[in-house]
């Protein structure tokens, strides 16, 4: 039976307000993969194929992690994380509408510019909602299509909408599950009748000992 489990990255750079700044893991980042890699490693969790998208911080995270050791590392641009401090920039300067400055307003924030993207109400975006949606969707089939265990590390935009792909979420639901996703949190696939069953959401048990528990992060 395929098994997939998709991995977001570690903590990057937090002070980032651009894609290209954002884009590298912050001294965190790279404990917390650490971390993960020595959990898998002391559980016995093996995996036969290993992917990750094509950004810095998914190169980073899969190094820092280990999973080399598991099989050679297959970067697919079709596990990179959608523009959104670009669809963001774009939403102030055409619709007003601010960029947060705190995590609390993305709350309203996050959903108010994913469902302009998917109604096509953002001039210029560099990816439209519906080419998203589909290379999402080619790349999560061709991976499961692969024998053994797949292990993918990549974004939790990306890892949002596998979730909305397989519970069939609407705008708002994607948006909750993209702010719930913790850095280096595990989420598990398994394919049942060539449909996925989603077996694990947002685990992070390499984090959850008390003195880690301030490693626990969103951004």
Known sequence: MPHITLVRHGQANTEA???ISYDRLSELGHQQARWLGAHMD???????RVYCGTLTRHIETATSMGAEKHAEIIQDPRLNEF???TLSQLMEEQHGLA????????????????GAWERGEIEGAP?????????VREAMTDIAKGEGRALVVTSGG?????LRQTLSLDVGGWSKMC???MNTSVHRWQMVLDQPLLVQFN?????????RHNAQTHL
Not at 99 to 114: C, D, I, N
Not at 158 to 162: D, F, N, P, T
């Open 158 to 162: 990306l890892i949002g909408m596998v």
């Open 83 to 85: 523009t959104y401090f």
């Open 203 to 211: 685990g992070v048990p390499h984090l959850e000992m008390p003195e």
């Open 17 to 19: 307000r651009d894609e």
């Open 179 to 181: 702010l719930a996703i």
């Open 127 to 135: 990816e439209s909602y519906i080419d998203f949606e589909t290379r």
């Open 99 to 114: 960029v947060p400055a705190e995590r609390e307003g993305f709350v309203e924030h996050l959903p108010a510019v994913l």
């Open 42 to 48: 002391s559980t016995g969790d093996r995996f036969q």
